[in-house]
T-cell receptor
Framework: NAGVTQTPKFQVLKTGQSMTLQCAQD?????MSWYRQDPGMGLRLIHY???????DQGEVPNGYNVSRSTTEDFPLRLLSAAPSQTSVYFC?????????????????FGQGTRLTVV | AQTVTQSQPEMSVQEAETVTLSCTYD???????LFWYKQPPSRQMILVIR??????QNATENRFSVNFQKAAKSFSLKISDSQLGDTAMYFC?????????????FGKGITLSVRP
């Protein structure tokens, strides 16, 4: 059981380049999300999706696009990389299913992508 | 909007001792979830413990326990018998369970070092 798989683990981009960070999960989770982690800032939500075909913005969406064509995949696109996007990026998935009156709330994280924009 | 505050940027503890990491949060909700996540140098985010706000009993997971004070909006993590492998960054997180739109809000994290 692979869980949440992110690729690549490391990436260096030049300012203005575009790229896609890949995220795939094999747990049939409906909810997927992207966070960025910066020193002293914790993790901040970029975009999220509650199911195939549905996406929405999080706290810091500018400069990023997402799509969700399948349940398994949730890629994050940087349209024109900027040095301010240097960060560690995490993809996460969650079932958010109700069992009786309890919600299954555990989020499963990928191993992160360290992105440097020069 | 909910906010999560971890005011201590770093702490240090001697191996085998006990340490408490602080977290406060702000919300007008009555039903929510609180979490502590551990991020070791490997960068992997690992769920340590979870607390449901409607439960008065504090959650425990082996050497990890929480002190949940709902009225004070405080959620501290106690690590007993600290081990070298506990060295990591720890994040406190809040979630309002609104079904499919539930989102995690994280604090800024605290770096814990366990000294041999």
């Amino acid at each position: 059981n692979a869980g949440v798989t992110q690729t690549p683990k490391f990436q260096v981009l030049k300012t203005g380049q575009s790229m896609t960070l890949q995220c795939a999960q094999d747990m049939n989770h409906e909810y997927m999300s992207w966070y960025r982690q910066d020193p002293g800032m914790g993790l901040r939500l970029i975009h999220y999706s509650v199911g195939a075909g549905i996406t929405d913005q999080g706290e810091v969406p500018n400069g990023y696009n997402v799509s969700r064509s399948t349940t398994e995949d949730f890629p994050l696109r940087l349209l024109s990389a900027a040095p301010s996007q240097t960060s560690v990026y995490f993809c996460a998935s969650s079932p958010w299913t109700l069992r009786g009156n309890r919600m299954n709330t555990e989020a499963f994280f990928g191993q992160g992508t360290r992105l440097t924009v020069v | 909007a909910q906010t999560v505050t971890q005011s201590q940027p770093e702490m240090s503890v001697q191996e085998a001792e006990t340490v408490t990491l602080s977290c406060t949060y702000d919300t007008s909700e009555n039903n929510y979830y609180l979490f502590w996540y551990k991020q070791p140098p490997s960068r992997q985010m690992i769920l340590v413990i979870r607390q449901e706000a409607y439960k008065q009993q504090n959650a425990t997971e082996n050497r990890f326990s929480v002190n949940f004070q709902k009225a004070a909006k405080s959620f501290s993590l106690k690590i007993s018998d600290s081990q070298l492998g506990d060295t990591a960054m720890y994040f406190c997180a809040f979630m309002k369970p609104t079904g499919a739109n539930s989102k995690l809000t994280f604090g800024k994290g605290i770096t814990l070092s366990v000294r041999p």
